[in-house]
């Protein structure tokens, strides 16, 4: 009897997923990788799932909800001032997925892979009757001692933010309300950049090491500006008040804003933001914002952690409270 | 405004999961945790899913649905010589999960967290129009470049297993298919052996360390003996051979085996054993058996690596080939 033919699952993992693996993969002939961390390093893992039908729309391009389910989890390590080093795939596929797809989801990882030098250590791809199921575990590396919690803000501090806020959420409505936001007028190049910001996240890779030097507390904003920040202030046992108005908005945004106030509800609540939100002394943000703009990145500072009651934000507009109706997006 | 209430996941996330935290996991009040390695160590990875419906029945009690996911990878970490460190989970629940099931799911996983040091580092909820999912990615530490792998065994080497073989599969098929499994007339402590071998897997935690100072090659048996032992023979470019006499069998599997013959391809071909399956020089043998004994864990030699084609496996009975028509489950 000669050697059988692999499995249809081991041929499967070997022409799309070998390609992305990394070293302590063993190019996947193994079922577990080996990581060592590096010198003064410890790791600092994270996980996060998409469930197409769920958190993406079923005619989503595939490359998109690959590089998306990626770059989630790259967005949390970065935020923390990390830098990966790998990642572990679950992949739960419905009997009608097509190998076209499969291709193409496989080819967008794979170029997300190589830009993020953030290979693939492993993975269980199964079936299900179910729709399409994606989980990242994402293993990074920070700084021994050095990662910002959510749960070290100090009265006091800073509040900035990354970048512009509340884009992805405002993608998301042009998609599912067409006719609402036709009456936005926005113009080609701002629909296509809304649309982008819900498609594909930019983990804020490049300036984690900045994050890591100056932060005190940091997280994602990924379910919403102020509900994220209410998190990081009940984790840190205080609270926040922030300036509507200092909340750093993109061209697109502000023209939507412009024609429909009431979208300020959802750029402040909304989320898939994937901008890095954190607190800082306040004699450190002039450096912060400096090392971040030669980076390239806009940081902008948006308010104060305040002594008071745990997780309490306010949001400030001309000296009044604005009220949300919902601070963050909940998947339960 | 006072402090928002935390959020229907942040409160599901508190009650049912805190507890199950572990050193570094921030009480999951952030959505990363810190892992540092123990000294002279490096981390070991793996991940594996379950789909209900795919990988365990509906009607499977909650609490060893929870208990046989972390299983499975604990098991993954053991055959590599490995101790865990702590895991993330993905749970994706459907609409209609309620909460007892949830409760009863969360005491199993919480019992064996505890039993195997394994404590919780964070996780992903989210609700899914599909069945329920349960991925596990596995952290553990390994004895710095000590690690066997599936890639390392040399001809020659004696190829050993764990325990006993086929009884989870003979398990399943006492489920599935109960005319059967009746005329095996198996007394109830065996039957209740088999159902409890599927339900449960029994990871070899406890000579895990036994397999890191002896083995050469080494992986768990998870897919079935045959197909798992061919791609260890892959992934080190020899071949082997097995005698099927020599398969380690519980009091239970000679039963039915000896009423139907035809087990013996479930036996050798069917998945879910948790056994270790290594390689190790011919002269590390009686220590390595001696040394599991001490720990209350029978080792079998069933065979031994040769130089030739790679991944070819012959099993033998009597002095001639025995033929098998699936070597390995397979989910895809």
Redesign the interface.
Known sequence: ????P?????E?VARLIRPLAGEGA?DL?????????PRGH????????I?V???AFPEDPPDLVSRKALRMNLS??AA?G?KPLGF???L??PETTDQAWLLRFFEGLKADCESFACPL???????????L?I?I?L?GA?R?GR?P???DARPGDFIGVTGTIGDAALGLIQRREPERAARWKLSTAEREHLASRYLLPQPRTAIAEIVARHARAA?DVSDGLV?DL??L???SDL?ARIDVEQVPLSAAAKTALAVDPALMENILGGGDDYEVLLTLDSNSWARFVAECQAKGMEATRIGETVAG??????VMRDGR?F?LRH??F???
């Open positions: 009897m000669s050697a059988r692999p499995s249809a699952e081991d499967f063993f002939k193994d079922d577990v990788a080996r990581i060592i961390p410890e790791l600092v893992v994270t996980v996060d799932a469930v039908g769920v958190h949390d390590i923390k990390a572990l795939l679950t739960a596929l250590l492993g993975g269980d791809t199964t079936r299900t009757p179910g729709p199921t989980s575990a293993i920070a021994l990662m919690t959510r749960l997280m509900g209410e998190r202030c009940r984790a609270s009651e745990a997780g309490e934000v306010r409270e009220a601070s963050a909940s998947h339960l």
